[in-house]
Nanobody, 124 residues
Framework: QVQLVESGGGLVQAGGSLRLSCAAS????????MGWFRRGPGKEREFVAA????????RYSDSVKGRFTISRDNAKNTVYLQMNSLKPEDTAVYYC?????????????????WGRGTQVTVSS
């Protein structure tokens, strides 16, 4: 089974930046789309960003577009989420996920593997 481990979360002030990393095990990473989702307090898990197999296509939720950037390094089996201009409403547990196919999927049902999450807290 694929194992995903997120890192890089923490406490930052509004307007600050943070970069999350997701390290994946196995040899299937380079053939799969990858995504980031988040779950805020008392909320359901929501889509944040996704990237296709080779990184040619990226998709973002409207709430993070222009502030967050997803990228990947297939040689390192790692996907990143660069978060800039952070807002208190970005506070959530952020989850890395590996998709069933190669595209940049935006729905949770298209992902087979999930990390355990990393906490991001943005203070005002």
């Amino acid at each position: 089974q694929v194992q995903l481990v997120e890192s890089g979360g923490g406490l930052v002030q509004a307007g600050g930046s943070l970069r999350l990393s997701c390290a994946a095990s196995g040899r299937t990473f380079s053939s799969s789309g990858m995504g980031w989702f988040r779950r805020g307090p008392g909320k359901e898990r929501e889509f944040v960003a996704a990237i296709s197999r080779f990184g040619y296509t990226s998709r973002y939720s409207d709430s993070v577009k222009g502030r967050f950037t997803i990228s990947r390094d297939n040689a390192k089996n790692t996907v990143y989420l660069q978060m800039n201009s952070l807002k208190p409403e970005d506070t959530a547990v952020y989850y890395c996920a590996q998709a069933r196919q190669a595209s940049a999927a935006i729905t949770t049902t298209e992902y087979d593997y999930w990390g355990r999450g990393t906490q991001v807290t943005v203070s005002s």
